[in-house]
């Protein structure tokens, strides 16, 4: 099955679309992979067919701090951009990211069925839980439900926007402006972080999260014998700021020994117990204590597969919605606002109560009850 996998340029984005390329080749299929430039060439040196994927550049037009022009707008030009593209490679199926919906677009251009990748829970409405993005749990009793059902109403004009938004995008490049939707889902998460409800979509897959490490470098750790603690700032522009500089005064004189894993340039200064740069997650996971990161979805499910606990400092986005599933399943803090103290005394807590640790390792017991992602895609191809 020759397969093309678009999505964009975020780590949190591209680095799972990399990761299921992997996947569908060790099977024998044929992965092609449209993606940001800046990772084009570590996706083709692990054998990928990886391409630019064209019309990622914002345009004049384009309204970033509106999430559905950001997503529908944009998505109807990069469907066009890609169709040639699209067209050369011959493909069976098509799997688009989320908020690269384009690639849906095209393949329905072309006939082509296609498939959906989330890499975190499902965030769809559903008429059993508070709208995504709050946070909460899911309201009991009478006023719970009023809670919830007040809240969906509240957000419900921006949900009918981004529906008009699309059907705008979609009439604008030629489409029905309203369309069958993708074959399949693939929800890219652990039982752990997904919540019960009661309208799950019958085309949504639970298959795990995809993880790949953008490099094969291990980070070393400060000697000594303190507890490790695992810094990873989020890669997200709607991150918080300054978590490594706070953790590292929140934890001065604390004995623990820190290691900074982050894409970016690290800080040319650290003290003797600190350590920074680009490293294999996964690696430094299995030595790690406790984890500080954003509660983006990527490191945040890494963590709990190596069952490992975490204080979580979201910033934007969906990491707040993550941080307090996460909390509320017992394996993690939430620090907001962070501060040098908040951290350092968030850090201690984990480390002195081993319920967190439990927790962790419920989620990481539980990480393998799902679908395969390869056969949900086979499946849906005629």
Not at 367 to 373: A, C, R
Request: charged letters at 20%; glycine letters at 12%; one cysteine or more.
């Amino acid at each position: 099955m020759r397969v093309v996998v678009v999505a964009g340029p975020d780590p949190g984005h591209a680095f799972p679309a990399i990761a299921l390329c992997l996947k569908f080749a060790a099977v024998g299929d044929e992965p092609v992979l449209f993606t940001g430039t800046r990772w084009v060439d570590a996706a083709c040196a692990t054998g990928i067919d990886t391409r630019p994927l064209k019309g990622l550049t914002p345009r004049p037009e384009d309204d970033d701090m509106d999430a559905g022009q950001r997503i529908h707008s944009r998505a109807a030009f990069i469907a066009t951009e890609l169709l040639p593209d699209l067209k050369s490679v011959d493909a069976d199926l098509v799997v688009s990211d989320i908020l690269t919906a384009g690639g849906g677009l095209a393949a329905e251009k072309l006939g082509l069925p296609w498939v959906e990748l989330s890499p975190h829970p499902l965030y769809a409405p559903s008429k059993g839980l508070p709208p995504i993005g709050s946070g909460l749990a899911p309201g009991s009793g009478i006023r719970g439900r009023l809670r919830d059902t007040l809240m969906r109403k509240a957000t419900g004009r921006s949900i009918a926007q981004g529906r008009a938004q699309r059907s705008a995008a979609r009439v604008g490049i030629g489409l029905p402006a309203e369309g069958p939707g993708p074959s399949a889902r693939l929800i890219a998460t652990i039982p752990a972080l997904e919540v019960p409800r009661p309208d799950w979509p019958s085309e949504a897959h639970l298959v795990g999260p995809l993880h790949w490490e953008p490099t094969e470098e291990t980070l070393a750790v400060p000697p000594g014998d303190g507890p490790v603690v695992m810094v990873a700032p989020s890669t997200a522009f709607t991150g918080a700021e300054g978590m490594l500089e706070m953790t590292l005064r929140g934890l001065d004189g604390s004995g623990a020994r820190v290691v900074a894993s982050m894409l970016d340039e690290p800080p040319a200064v650290l003290p003797s117990w600190a350590a920074a740069g680009l490293g294999r997650q996964d690696e430094l996971l299995s030595r790690a204590d406790v984890v500080v990161c954003g509660s983006g979805h990527g490191l945040l499910s890494k963590s709990l597969i190596h069952g490992v606990p975490l204080v979580a400092v979201p910033g934007g986005g969906d990491q707040w919605e993550l941080a307090n599933r996460a909390a509320r399943q017992g394996s993690a803090v939430v620090v907001r606002p962070p501060s040098p103290e908040s951290i350092g005394d968030a850090v201690r807590r984990v480390l002195k109560d081993p319920s967190y640790t439990q927790a962790a390792s419920v989620a990481e017991a539980g990480s393998g009850d799902v679908e395969d992602p390869v056969e949900v895609c086979r499946g849906t191809v005629g």
